[in-house]
């Protein structure tokens, strides 16, 4: 009887652990051993001088983060947009009448 809840208790923590791998890193992880091994070597043949594709973070950092960092982000584009426009207007007349820029020359 112990046996049967071992077995149901190990099947349901992989099908967790491959639930959590497939939602942080897709197809990266291989949980099962012997899967990963056989699939490296076919990958990796010595006479093929091929290397293993190397794992890149950026997509999935840019992806976890976008919905937390989206309003600094847009809040310096708008804040940028703003500065440009209202200095694009200025002229060497409005910059020598200007009282910031004469005390920020000295």
Do not use: Y
């Not at 939602?23 to 490296?40: A, F, T, Y």
């Not at 847009?74 to 694009?88: D, E, H, P, R, Y």
């Amino acid at each position: 009887m112990s046996d049967t809840t071992d077995e149901n208790v190990r099947a349901e923590f992989r099908a967790i652990q491959r639930t959590i791998c497939t939602i942080l890193w897709r197809d990266v992880c291989d949980l099962d051993p012997d899967e990963r091994s056989s699939s490296r070597r076919a990958e990796q043949s010595p006479e093929s001088g091929s290397e293993m594709a190397k794992f890149d973070p950026w997509p999935v950092f840019f992806k976890r983060e976008w919905g937390r960092n989206w309003p600094f982000l847009a809040g310096f584009a708008v804040t940028g947009f703003l500065i440009t426009k209202l200095t694009a207007g200025f002229t060497e007349e409005d910059l020598k009448n200007s009282k910031f820029v004469q005390e920020h020359k000295r």
